[in-house]
């Protein structure tokens, strides 16, 4: 009974049910499909022995029939040979053989609903693992798909995120450089003496070298934004 309780418990599974619940679904289809196996096995090893439990019964069965009759013809020898009281106990054991061979054959009759009932749950058992195992390997497939689509989504994810930042470091550039173009310009509107052209000279220089500075830096985030991140 217990035997029929764990593989009607397997039989009842709902697989997506299970891997709605389950932290691994790959490792939990594995070990669903592996004590279906077991339970296979166990349910075969149990149509086995009933089968031949059947036929042991069926042997007895025979035997006391048999014995039945031999006694009974020993009975018909006592009465023709004029030996009554050898015919009555003849008689009698003629008569337990046969309530033994009754007997037999009503066990051999529950024996047999039995193994007919190991029988189909080993084919019912049969057709599940068969139907299992394609299932799970559809969704093991699926499963891995999954987690390869979820890791390329993420890494296109990084890059886009990369790109924003080497969009919005050109921008800032362009801001500075217009910047300090606009206050060169401002600056030669202002008047051509000589100490106003070296100051534009000083000044022009130092935005220069400012600017150099600026895309250096630039450079530098550039390289350690595309650097690989582990």
């Known amino acids: 009974m217990a035997l029929l309780e764990r593989v009607g418990t397997l039989l009842r ?8 619940k389950a932290e691994d679904p790959e490792k939990l289809l594995k070990q669903f499909v592996l004590d279906m196996e077991n339970q296979l096995m166990q349910v075969k090893t149990q149509v086995a022995i009933a089968i031949a439990d059947q036929h042991v019964l069926d042997k007895k069965r025979k035997e006391h029939e048999e014995a039945a009759a031999e006694w009974k013809r020993k009975a018909e020898l006592a009465v023709r040979k004029g030996a009554d009281d050898l015919a009555r106990a003849a008689l009698e054991r003629s008569l337990s053989h046969e309530q033994m061979a009754n007997g ?3 066990q051999l009759e529950d024996q047999k609903g039995e193994a007919d009932t190991l029988k189909s749950v080993l084919r019912r058992l049969e057709q599940k693992l068969e139907e299992t195992r394609s299932r799970c390997e559809m969704m093991i497939a699926q499963h891995r798909r ?12 990084a890059v886009e995120r990369k790109d924003d930042a080497a969009s919005m470091q050109r921008m800032r550039t362009r801001i500075v450089s217009r910047e300090a173009e606009n206050a060169a310009n401002g600056e030669l509107l202002g008047g051509d003496s000589l100490e106003d052209r070296f100051a534009m000279l000083e000044r022009e220089e130092q935005i220069e070298a400012l600017l150099e500075n600026l895309k250096q830096g630039v450079k530098k985030d550039a390289k350690q934004l595309e650097a690989p991140t582990s």
């Open 13 to 20: 599974a709902n697989i997506n049910d299970l891997m709605d």
């Open 104 to 106: 037999f054959v009503q």
């Open 146 to 157: 999954a987690k390869v689509v979820g890791r390329a989504q993420q890494a296109r994810q």
